[in-house]
């Protein structure tokens, strides 16, 4: 099994004492840099926008908390982590997002945005970070959304595909269709091609 930390070693600089802590802070203040005060110390994993999140989402479509994560064992080098993002308090949470076939798990670690979100538990206002990936292949942060991408067009292929011979089925014979949604309430299927406007941010 393959463990993949998503961290640069250098950036482990980052971790500060209460004494370095409390002067960073005092800079910020003085920098008038107000949304970067922390409570104990930066975020040295990489965080996930919207599109990435997108991306990992095709290849991990299931979500649990780290404490109901139960399809594979999760490795040594994984748990050792954890307990060094909770000690350095760099995370409110931790899930696990996998696959229910080939799990090749993703940890993620997440904060509140804001007081009020913490305060009214609004699940959509949370910033996450991707931290590791375990499983039979390791990947570099760029192969992993390329292969979300691979992963979502082949799926909007295959609904294009079911929906042009449900289409050719309509046109070749409508008044069948037609009785048989009148009989059994058929769906006719929908194909949602909404492009996102934030895909340019993509590193690759």
């Known amino acids: 099994m393959e463990v993949k930390i998503y961290r640069e ?18 800079l910020v203040n003085k920098l008038n840099l107000t949304n970067e005060i922390v409570e104990h110390v ?22 649990v908390n780290l404490d109901k994560y ?13 307990d060094f993002a909770i000690k350095n308090k760099m995370f409110e949470g931790f899930y696990v997002w996998y696959a ?3 799990p090749d798990p993703l940890l993620i670690g997440w904060n509140w945005q804001n007081a009020e979100a913490k305060k009214n538990k609004y699940t959509w206002q949370k910033d996450e ?4 990936r375990w499983g039979d292949c390791s990947m570099e942060i760029d192969e ?25 089925g309509v046109l070749k014979n409508p ?3 037609v009785r048989e949604h009148l009989k059994s309430n058929l769906n006719f299927p929908t194909l949602d091609i909404r492009g996102s406007s934030d895909l340019g941010d993509l590193p690759f």
């Open 9 to 26: 070693p250098e950036n482990e600089s980052l971790i500060i004492n209460d004494s370095e802590l409390k002067e960073y802070n005092s």
């Open 70 to 82: 139960n399809k594979s064992t999760i490795p040594l080098e994984v748990l050792k982590v954890v």
């Open 129 to 132: 970070s991707l931290i590791a």
């Open 100 to 102: 229910d076939k080939d």
């Open 144 to 168: 992993l959304l390329k292969k979300g991408f691979q992963s979502l067009k082949v799926s909007l292929i295959d609904s294009a595909k079911k929906v042009i011979n449900y289409s050719e």
């Open 42 to 63: 930066p975020s040295i994993y990489t965080p996930i926008n919207q599109s990435m999140s997108k991306l990992l989402t095709a290849l991990c479509p299931s979500k």
């Open 175 to 177: 008044d069948t269709y």
